[in-house]
């Protein structure tokens, strides 16, 4: 029998204890031995709880506990789950974690650690909540050469879009109901901001390329200004809007990683994830295009991952780590937001300044391959000019961007810049 602990009794800790009673069965025949959990830490009084038998509020009992053998962090952030992490490693117990702020900003530190002591440090919940996305990235694409990875890693959003789409409702209403439903935050900044994807994608990046990709170098925009015109564009044009985290190698072997919303052509396997489900394209350049799909959040799809972890952890106990490192200074270079060619859909208010306004565009346009006008959707009130660019030629963003600048000169208003996959 091996015994774990977990660190935080909240949605993801308590699914982890739950997950761990109610498979003992397959967790045992898969770690080879029983798994218990012999403690929880957490500060807080679960009075009645069916595990309070294992309550502590004393982080001695883990770590001075030398029966531990796998610490299960389920606290979040990158303070006190920072500490603790490596306290554990230190201690010579391997860490599992669900925590993509933590593995994103201190990964390379604690793979360190957990290298120095002989133990593992594993993450599999990170990036896609229950979707196996780490590990196979890790071992089962291990003869790839990555080309792209193109993701839906965001639940909430991913609902709020969805809600967008299907009901005609504005953002505002849409995150409403998502905090209703109890899939966004009180504060949702993490999540509408694109903060929490843009982790998550470093995080996919980083295994996937063998080079650490700093979260801050990863361009990132999140879904706030999104209005009812943006979505029926989108539909108009037979697509969708997600909030798409990618990254892929250019030529030069930097990289091109953003966070934004996007238009995603309705065929696209990406565009059949609705509501709070997730999807993660990867394309390698001997398999092809595969989809990874199901539930990004939640408690039991992401207790799911971590017991996964804690069980390769188990059969690893006494042996070398069971993943990469990173290095720190072995950064990967992300080219700087602009330089990269991209499609855009791009809605303006034309103002009163110039006499012909689609001549206007035209001609800004013309030296960069033109500018595809898109018809205004019959149903939308809004006036307005929406055309295409960028797909005439490849065509850096910043020299599009430079163009529309250009046309606001004359007085128009941009009013929205869309990326189009
Ligand atoms: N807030 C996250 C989401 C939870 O909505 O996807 C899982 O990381």
């Not at 403690?39 to 009084?45: A, F």
């Not at 919303?261 to 565009?271: K, R």
């Not at 791009?346 to 001609?363: H, K, S, T, W, Y």
Request: with cysteine; net charge negative; hydrophobic share 45%.
């Amino acid at each position: 029998m091996i015994d774990i602990a977990i660190l935080g009794y909240g949605t993801v800790g308590s699914g982890v204890a739950e997950v761990v009673s109610m498979n003992a069965g397959a967790i045992r025949r898969h770690a080879g031995q029983e798994v218990r959990v012999k403690w929880i830490l957490d500060v807080r009084e679960f009075p009645g709880d069916l595990f309070a038998d294992r309550l502590t509020k004393n982080p001695e009992d883990v770590f001075g506990d030398p029966d531990v053998k796998v610490v299960v962090e389920t606290i979040g952030g990158t303070g006190i789950a920072y500490g603790f992490s490596k306290r554990a490693l230190e201690a010579g117990k391997s860490v599992v974690t669900s925590n993509k702020e933590l593995v994103a900003s201190h990964g390379p530190e604690l793979m360190h650690l957990a290298h120095d002591h002989g133990v593992s440090y594993a993450f599999e919940a990170s990036v896609g909540g229950g979707i196996p996305i780490v590990r196979p990235l890790t071992k089962c694409l291990a003869a790839n050469e990555i080309l792209s990875i193109a993701g839906i890693l965001n639940g909430t959003t991913n609902y709020i879009l969805t809600r967008m789409q299907q009901e005609g409702i504005g953002f505002g209403e849409a995150l409403r109901e998502a905090q209703e439903a109890g899939y966004a935050e009180r504060d949702p900044s993490a999540d509408v901001e694109g903060h929490d994807a843009c982790r998550k994608i470093a995080i996919l990046s980083s295994i996937a390329y063998d080079r650490f990709v700093d979260y801050r170098d990863v361009r990132t925009e999140g879904i706030v200004e999104l209005t009812s015109a943006d979505m029926a564009y989108a539909a108009a044009l037979g697509r969708r809007i997600k909030l798409v985290a990618s990254c892929r190698r250019l030529e030069d072997g930097r990289f091109d990683a953003q966070v934004r919303p996007t238009l995603v052509p309705i065929d696209s396997p990406l565009a059949v994830a609705d509501g709070v489900f997730n999807a993660i394209l990867v394309e390698g350049n001997a398999l092809g295009q595969a989809m990874f799909y199901g539930r990004g959040a939640g408690k039991l799809p992401t207790a799911s991952a971590v017991v996964a972890d804690v069980v390769e952890c188990v059969l690893h106990v006494d042996r070398t780590p069971h993943y990469r490192l990173w290095h720190r200074e072995d950064r990967a270079v992300v080219a700087p937001f602009g330089e990269t060619p991209v499609r855009l859909l791009v809605r303006i208010d034309p103002g009163g300044a110039a006499e012909d306004p689609r001549a206007a565009v035209q001609a800004a346009f013309a030296p960069l391959g033109g500018a595809r006008l898109v018809f205004r959707p019959s149903d939308l009130a809004e006036t307005g000019l929406a055309f295409v660019v960028g797909e005439g030629r490849e065509t850096a963003e910043a020299d599009l961007r430079a163009a529309l600048a250009g046309l606001e000169k004359l007085g128009m208003r941009t009013r929205s810049l869309l990326r189009m996959l």
